[in-house]
């Protein structure tokens, strides 16, 4: 079959994604090579039409690759990288770990349970993010919830808000439904005579769960890995509002960069270099959404 | 081949020593006999391949009008391929189908005067039994009054009138079959396509059917193409079969041909079980012919009919239900007698299957209908026992 | 898996699902406590929720966020829809796979560069940021999602119905109206459902891609949120919960009666 052209009622999506994602990425790119100015908007050069090709000229010859000079040689982005990677990791890590159970024991479920409690992992999705980052503050804060209640036990007070651990809290709590869902949807359909095989043959249940259950589900852990450590690199609500000065994101450098100090250029870089950082997930996930879905059919 | 009066066993010799093949013969229906027919569709160097795979290579067919004719082989062959080119969901990569005279290049499927009967039924969900019915009508902008007559008259024709407004997920296997059939002939197709009609209903069940769908086609006068993998339901319903292999056909013919006198050892093996002797042509003497074979010393006696020239190799193909056992041995004279030992025994009520095993461990199979309840000696494990077989029992294959 | 589930089970399934739920939980607790305080309960009350609707700056902010998520939802549907048709039905066609990268990448893409990368086109395209910004930008991010829900549907949908349709005379549009939108409706919905809350939900990009005027509730709620717990927040929060837990309620209860309907045992 030969490659055609895409049809009309093709076009209208595919448009509006290369005017309202693509080119906003191309924009990001060319503004990352500018400089940052005192005007409106706050970069310089600007493309002059009126000058015609010899402004165009003036154009190019203004763009230059400054700010990722500073981006590289200044240690505080690096560090906001390198530790946006380690809490997305370490997050990643948990949510499976407290993941895993969950999905396994709702696969094993009756039916009816099964239902119920799959409406129960995806109902928060439908309550606002920001609002359920929000309550951990009361929970953590100083005087929060979580004193009270070691203080109740006679235990020492922690102050948990505004530090890394908050973070990761955070991180998990938010983004643990998005390792429940894959993992619950290749253990479900996991037909339960292979573990009744398995026992046939002489498999203890635990051997069994390592040698049959588990490896079978590797496509879902895989899926659940990814969807919760791609967003999380680029979190900013979270880092923000649990997060103190000691919890750097590179999220929320770009918004600091963009809103605070006004660097629309710099800001742009730092998105840039977070983007090609993401790629490799990104395009690793892409194919495992095409595998999936070839295997469905 | 066939000729009115056919049905009488093989052995018969009537009109003038021409054998009359057994079956169940529309005798009188054979337009692709008839040099003034012309096909209803016509397949012409067809060709389609999916990547790498070929699916149809250079095939040419002819459907006649009024024929029921069956495409038959195994999953893969290219016999789905080769109807949804038809119906126009995919399009051949080189030659053409015509169809009533017209080139059906181009033409979507929503303008080809052909309906289908899917697999799946692929009955609208959404919608109830009668307005199944009448969705092809309203797509060609009957009025109102017409599209309900004519779903009346369609729910007749396959007695589900009092189902009429059950949903799909509420109709049993073959209440669906009914359903798809009377959606895909309300249109008064020039042809119906049926794929696979009763691959989902059991077997009961699909003897049943097959004597509908013969009844219907007769009454509708519609031609039918049915795709198949089951050669049950290619002999009973069809006037002829297509026994495909590899995106190729491999034999045309009445369903009684292609198993009485298959053209290859493909086909021989495809429908029913067969025992091939390789042989070589030893000597012609009309109306025999002699065959050497490692099997048999004294060589196979057998008809000389479609027999390549003295030297020739060939297979010899013998089905079992045409060899008989015994265990006592032939009196002295009689040709093609093998002498071997039970080696397995496979009783299926009607028939007793015996495997018997030749010297040089060579293993052929003997079928015999059990004719009575009762033996005086059961033939057992290990038993010697002699085959035999008539010399118009086998047929040459070049 | 047909065997029940083992203590281990139990216990993991309870603290998960404790881990999810108690901040939820709390939150709709402290929007009814007299107290300002999260840790002393100062007795039922529902002063938060008269003083929250008298709070105008809250009250427009939730209007603006209602009527961007209606708009962007429902244009993010039809396009979903349109590229979930395109990557499952349409076969190969030329930029394909360009085609759907762009389509799922905005699932994954972080949301500071999504807003930011808006932002600056809106920017270079001399628009001021307002409203249909704002709407512009979250139909951008919220169709994808519309994208995966309906190609799921689509994947597992019986190809042949659609060919059944065409084959009684269907043009492939025509098949598309009369078979295969009816019948993927519900995916359509809950696509809708999930931009719409999706939208309502954004705080990030539409930061970046409002402006004066345009202060949705998320953004109006992180400001406040930032000087500190507020007990009028909560009772905001306790109000969304309640319409996203009623929502949810019966939409299964519409779908159980559903399929209590298809299971009419044939007589």
Known sequence: MKASWPRPSALIPYLWLAIFFALPFLLVFRLSLSDSALSIPPYAPQIDWSGGLAGFRRFLAGLDFDTYGRLVSDHLYIKAYISSLSFAAQGTLFALLIGYPMAYGMARCRPQTRNLLLMLVILPF??????????????????????????????????????????????????????????????????????????????????SFWQVTFPLSIPGVVAGCLLCFIPMVGEFVIPDLLGGPGSLMIGRSIWMEFFANRDWPFASAVAVALLIMLVPPIVLYQRQQVRALEAGR | MSEPGAGKPAKARANGGRRLNIGAVRSSFAPWNDPSAVPLVRFEGVGKRFGDQVAVEDLSLEIYPGEFFALLGPSGCGKTTLMRMLAGFETPDTGRITLAGEDLAGVPPHRRPVNMMFQSYALFPHLSVEQNIAFGLKQEGLPKAEIAARVVEMLDLVKMAPFARRRPDQLSGGQKQRVALARAVARKPKMLLLDEPLGALDKKLREETQFELMDLQVELGVTFLIVTHDQEEAMVMADRIAVMREGRIAQIGRPEEVYETPANRYVAEFLGDVNLFDARVSQIDHPMARLEAAESLEGFFVLDDDCPAAGSAVSLAVRPEKMRISLEAPPQGTHNVLAGEIWDIGYTGDWTNYIVELPGERLIRVARANASRFVERPIGWDDKVYVTFDPDAGVVLG | MKRGASVFNLVSLTAGFAFLYLPILLLVIWSFNASRLVTVWGGFSTRWYGSLFHNEQLMGAAWVTLRVGLVSATLATVLGTLAAVALTRHGRFLGRTLFSGMSYAPLVMPEVIMGLSLLLLFVALKVDRGLLTVTLAHTTLTMAYVTVVVQSRLATFDRSLEEAAQDLGCTPARAFWSVTLPNILPAVLAGWMLAFTLSLDDLVVASFTSGPGATTLPMRIYSQVRLGVSPEINAVCTLLIGAVAVGVICWSLASKWRTAAGRQPPA
């Open chain 1, 126 to 207: 439908w309550t606002s993010f920001l609002i359920r980052v929000y309550a951990w503050v009361g929970i953590l804060k100083p005087e929060g919830l979580l004193n009270a209640g070691l203080g109740l036990l006679g235990l020492p007070n922690i102050d948990l808000l505004y530090t890394p651990a908050a973070v990761q809290i955070g991180l998990v709590y938010s983004y643990l439904p998005f390792m429940v869902l894959p993992l619950y949807a290749v253990l479900e359909k996991q037909d339960h005579t292979l573990l009744e095989a398995a026992a046939d043959l002489g498999s203890p249940p635990w051997k």
